[in-house]
């Protein structure tokens, strides 16, 4: 087995092997690795006697979850109307060039997930930028290395 192995199933372990426990497994699984990865989800499913295709369901229903490989922090950009008008997609362009991926894909070195987002409720300190839950309203371009170096390891 390995250390993965080993974790995850200590993890289905501490909730008794439930059924009623999936969430809270899956829960526990994001937290760890932060993402489900595939042999988590088919350990679940073999230790709980619950389809597969039932686990990928609830795994894929909930925006807590992820399938992918997620970085340490993750930065929301939003790019809906308010943000837009006031430059938001340029701050997403600075985004994308200084951590060389594009929205929606994750650091190599699995520090950062970038995401955007349609509107965050907040339109009035737009162009707004979260990381891991902190808001940075009026954002600029400019504070985008700022942000980033404050936030890598
Ligand atoms: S459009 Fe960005 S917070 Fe509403």
Redesign the pocket.
């Known amino acids: 087995m390995t250390s993965d192995q080993t974790k995850i199933q200590a993890i289905i372990d501490k909730h008794h092997g439930q059924k009623k426990s999936l969430m809270a497994i899956l829960q526990d699984i994001q937290a760890e690795f932060r993402y489900l990865p595939q042999e988590s989800l088919r350990a679940v499913a073999k230790t709980l006697d619950i389809p597969l295709i039932d686990v990928v369901g609830v795994a894929t229903f909930y925006r807590a979850f992820s399938l992918k490989p997620r970085g340490r922090h993750t930065c929301t950009v939003?790019q809906?109307?308010?943000?837009h008008v006031r430059g938001a997609p340029r701050i997403l362009d600075e985004f994308e060039q200084r951590l060389k991926i594009k929205a929606g894909e994750t650091t190599e070195d699995k520090n950062f997930t970038l995401e955007t987002v349609a509107?965050?409720?907040?339109?009035a300190i737009?162009?707004?930028v979260v990381v891991d839950g902190d808001y940075h309203a009026h954002m600029t371009v400019r504070k985008v290395g700022t942000i980033l170096k404050k936030y890598r390891k």
């Open positions: 939003c809906g109307t308010a943000c509107c965050l409720g907040c339109c737009g162009p707004v």
